[in-house]
């Protein structure tokens, strides 16, 4: 590895560090539960970016990372969906999507 290819790394790397804090941040502090899916695949995003940016710079061509990287945003598609119907139906019942509130709310 030669410096130009460890500093474009490096700058993936802090693309992926600053994603990971703005999804956790997004699970810490917001109740929503669809900005709280949405912290989810930017967390998400942060973990596929590193993968795909670590497999290109190896020494040896693989392209294991970036596959892994494609079913990996497969299932988050999966994941959106599910999560999405999820929120749709506790909209339905509770006219409410606040997280908080749908802990409370246990028969």
């Known amino acids: 590895m030669g410096v130009i290819e460890t500093a474009v790394i490096i700058d993936y790397v802090i693309v992926s560090a600053v994603l990971l804090a703005i999804g956790i941040y997004g699970l810490t502090v917001k109740r929503n539960a669809i900005r709280i899916l949405f912290s989810i695949e930017i967390i998400t995003n942060a973990a596929i970016l590193n993968l795909v940016a ?25 994941e959106v969906a599910v999560g999405l119907a999820l929120i749709m139906v506790a909209y339905r019942l509770h006219k409410n999507i606040d997280v908080k509130e749908f802990r409370s709310m246990k028969d």
């Open 54 to 78: 670590f497999s290109r710079n190896l020494p040896i061509p693989n392209v294991t990372g970036q596959t892994l990287a494609l079913f990996s945003i497969a299932i988050a598609a999966a």
